[in-house]
């Protein structure tokens, strides 16, 4: 009856139609603008069919819709507003249109129902999902609203309760969690989905299930009296607010719409979302949370390809399926013990060499508390746990390293015993086996001398907790093979980590800005800006904690001695002419958390977690390293003079060639360093503040040493007033 590249409608012989998603060169189907008109005029053929009797709504995919296409966002944000109003309402449009049809209209939904995936199913009557849904409006998560109806939708089908916590939170939920709280309406198994869905529109054709009555609920204001409502979105705004923070505008404003739209009628309600939904993309949050999305799937489909290319021992990894991979990892400390955690977790057998058996029992009983946390939290049953800890195999020989695919070295950070084990393991293993060392700062064409077949060799830093920290950096040296770096990107990728590659250079890329940055906090401290002022500023800016608290999480040792590293490697940019207050405080032994004393004094509170106080004693240990210039500096002096080295030391690593491009880069410290994603990353936020402001704020502070110095490509592209981004794909500046 209708035939477009991405949908289809059939109508059989009693007049059962079925509308078919299944887009045409896509492995998801989504709302992109030609899916939308096709749908539209897929409508129209079924309105003009006088002989349909009831409608199906179903995907021949693997999952139902993943929403609108997000690629298709920012030139329409940027467009403005007339541009973004023909968005909502063509889609609106045709979910008003199913919605009003004079038959009734069920939806099977399998896999993944998300944002206008899901609205699209709360218009129609009934809702049948497969046990594999995945459904959610995540809208949130990406700094805007549901557009296509769902905050009217999901309240009067499921209350506000419920609408508020889904919209809100932006999360998924499974199949159980969704009948339960009256978002379906039943649940079957993907082979009878079909089947299932066709006997409920046929009950309801039948006049068993009364349809109407659920178009009536949808249409009208909601029913809860005042007294439940106020309470409702009272308590909810509040813990919004608490959760969401103050840079995440969009949850509040979704909280927002539904009350303002709760007591009026379906049309009227809409054109508050609608206005509501304009707004939030006009925000500086909605460009960079699409773009973080935009670049997030870049990295990942790039890793893909990488890691397709390498030896499908990997590659057949999926969720319960059983890899052929064995890797090994050398030293049972914290991030060999965590490595050894994730890789068995995601079903990859792996071996843990230590020279002493009590470090076995650490990385085992480091191990053990991870996966009991996870039985705790309801996302691990306890049987499953024996599995995953019978993949880890602990050892102190190198018996069967002959065999293995990929061996990650994490003894201490020493060159020089590093080298020593590299050269002990290579003896031990296969001609093609990888060795990998997960060093955070010494390069890896130094490590590689020791080795005989340096092809097989290359980087792969691991950010501490690892099963926490989303980024794996492989390091690239000068004589690593194509095949080495896909085979490391792929035991990455199979770790569920997010893989990019990077050059070698002394700290590689997240270290490389990171130092800058720290030197840039030890500098204000020297200025006699209080720590504790800089940790509040920088957190209230939106990173997850402030330098000085971030130096004690590292380790103060740990500082010393990276910047010790940093400074010989770009001794013109990174060496302190001054004492820092890192050295004072190493010189004290005060080391941070690990010893309970640092920039601040920690103890171990009530729930187990190192809670910091105020220290006078690190006070007075600094104080007599410090100058009085602190009132003259500013809140925003303290985040320009933070930020610009990051951006300047990033802008360098993009034009050497130690990554690859402003994505890679930009979302390294979003996944390595925590960078605040509603900023986009260090590059998008230059690119937004302008690179000429940039450039220009550097000079002010030249004062302070080369770290301010703005590369020959900044300066190109500030006074051609260019930017990073391609402002009509990625919202630059
Ligand atoms: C929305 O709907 C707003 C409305 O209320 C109003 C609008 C006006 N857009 O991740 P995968 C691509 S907001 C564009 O590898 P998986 C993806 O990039 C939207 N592209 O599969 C990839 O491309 P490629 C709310 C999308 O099984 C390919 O599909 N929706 C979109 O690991 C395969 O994806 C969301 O936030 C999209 N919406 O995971 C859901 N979805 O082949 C976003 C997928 O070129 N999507 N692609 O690399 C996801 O979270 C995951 O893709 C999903 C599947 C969980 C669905």
Redo the contacts with the bound molecule.
């Keep these: 009856m209708y035939s477009g590249d991405n949908l289809s409608v059939n109508v059989d012989a009693v007049g059962v139609a079925e509308l078919v998603f299944d887009l045409l060169d896509?492995?998801?189907n989504?709302f992109n603008a030609k899916t939308v008109t096709e749908l539209s005029a897929a409508i129209d053929a079924i309105q003009q069919n006088s002989s349909i009797t009831g409608l199906l709504i179903r995907s021949a995919k693997a999952?139902f819709i993943?929403?609108?296409?997000?690629?298709e966002f920012t030139p329409a944000f940027l467009a403005g507003e007339a541009k973004i109003a023909e968005?909502?309402h063509s889609?609106n449009h045709n979910f008003t249109r199913i919605e009003n049809l004079p038959f009734p209209v069920v939806v099977a939904i399998n896999g993944?129902a998300?944002?206008?995936g899901c609205?699209l199913t709360l218009a129609c009557d009934y809702r049948i999902a497969s046990d594999d849904l995945r459904i959610g409006l995540?809208?949130t998560r990406?700094g805007?609203i549901?557009?296509?109806g769902?905050t009217v939708r999901l309240p009067r089908i499921a209350g506000i309760e419920t609408a508020i916590e889904w919209i809100a939170g932006g999360k998924e939920y499974r199949a159980p969690a969704a009948l339960k709280s009256g978002v379906i309406d039943g649940l079957c198994s993907a082979d009878s989905l079909r089947e299932t869905a066709l006997t409920t529109l046929q009950q309801a054709i039948d006049g068993k299930l009364d349809y109407r009555a659920r178009r009536q609920q949808k249409n009208a204001p909601l029913r809860h009296n005042t007294t439940e409502k106020t309470m409702a979105f009272m308590t909810s705004k509040a813990m919004v607010l608490a959760q969401a923070g103050k840079h995440y505008p969009a949850p509040l404003a979704a909280i927002d719409v539904i009350e303002s739209a709760s007591s009026l009628g379906f049309s009227d309600a809409l054109k508050l979302e609608s206005a509501a939904f304009i707004k939030m993309t006009q925000t500086p949050v909605a460009l960079a949370l699409t773009g973080v999305f935009i670049s997030d799937?870049m990295i990942?489909?790039k890793a893909k390809r990488l890691a397709a290319s390498a030896s499908d021992v990997f590659s057949s990894h999926s969720p319960g399926s059983k890899s052929t991979a064995k890797a090994a990892v050398l030293g049972a400390g914290i991030m060999g013990g965590g490595i050894a955690y994730q890789s068995a977790l995601k079903h990859i057998s792996v071996k843990m060499k230590d020279v002493q058996q009590s470090g076995l029992d650490l990385g085992l009983s480091e191990a053990t508390t991870l996966l009991s946390k996870r039985v705790e939290r309801g996302r691990l049953l306890v049987k499953e746990m024996a599995g995953i800890l019978n993949r880890i195999e602990p050892t102190l020989h190198y018996v069967g390293f002959d065999q293995l695919d990929i061996v990650v070295e994490a003894v201490v950070e020493n060159p020089a015993i590093k080298s020593k084990v590299l050269a002990e393991v290579e003896s031990s293993v296969g001609q093609h086996t990888i060795i990998a060392s997960n060093t955070s700062t010494i390069s890896i064409d130094h490590l590689a001398l020791s080795l005989k077949r340096p092809e097989n060799f290359c980087g792969m830093h691991f950010f501490n907790p690892v099963h926490a920290m989303p980024l794996v950096e492989v390091i690239r040296g000068s004589r690593t093979s194509d095949q080495t770096i896909a085979t490391t990107v792929a035991y990455a990728t199979a770790m569920g980590k997010k893989a990019i590659v990077v050059g070698d250079c002394p700290g590689f890329l997240v270290n490389r800005v990171l130092f800058p940055y720290l030197a840039a906090f030890l500098m204000l401290v020297r200025d006699g800006v209080d720590f504790q002022r800089i940790d509040r500023v920088m957190e209230s800016w939106g990173w997850p904690m402030g330098p000085a608290y971030l130096l004690d999480v590292v380790g103060i040792d740990t500082a010393v001695h990276g910047a010790e590293v940093m400074a010989k490697g770009f001794p013109e940019r990174m060496q302190y002419d001054f004492t820092a207050a890192t050295t004072v405080l190493f010189e004290a032994n005060r080391l941070g958390q690990k010893n309970g004393e640092g920039f601040y004094d920690y103890s171990v509170d009530k729930k187990g977690k190192q809670a910091k106080t105020v220290s006078n004693e690190s006070i007075a240990l600094i104080s007599p390293h410090t100058q009085a210039i602190a009132n003259q500096i500013k809140d925003d002096d303290i985040i320009y003079r933070m930020m610009i080295p990051m951006v300047t030391e990033l802008a360098r690593c993009l034009e050497e060639g130690i990554v690859e491009s402003p994505e890679e880069a930009d979302m390294a410290l979003v996944y390595g360093l925590g960078f605040p994603p509603f900023r986009g990353g260090a590059l998008r936020w230059a690119d937004r503040l302008g690179i000429n402001t940039v450039v220009q704020e550097s000079e002010k502070y030249k004062f302070l040493g080369s770290i301010y110095a703005p590369t020959k490509e900044m300066e190109r592209l500030a006074s051609n007033q260019e930017s990073y981004y391609d402002q009509n794909k990625q919202g630059g500046a």
Excluded: M
């Excluded at 993943?66 to 690629?71: E, L, S, V």
């Design positions: 896509s492995p998801v989504i999952a993943a929403g609108a296409d997000i690629t968005l909502l889609s993944f998300l944002g206008g609205e995540p809208e990406l805007i549901p557009g296509w769902g799937q990942v489909k």
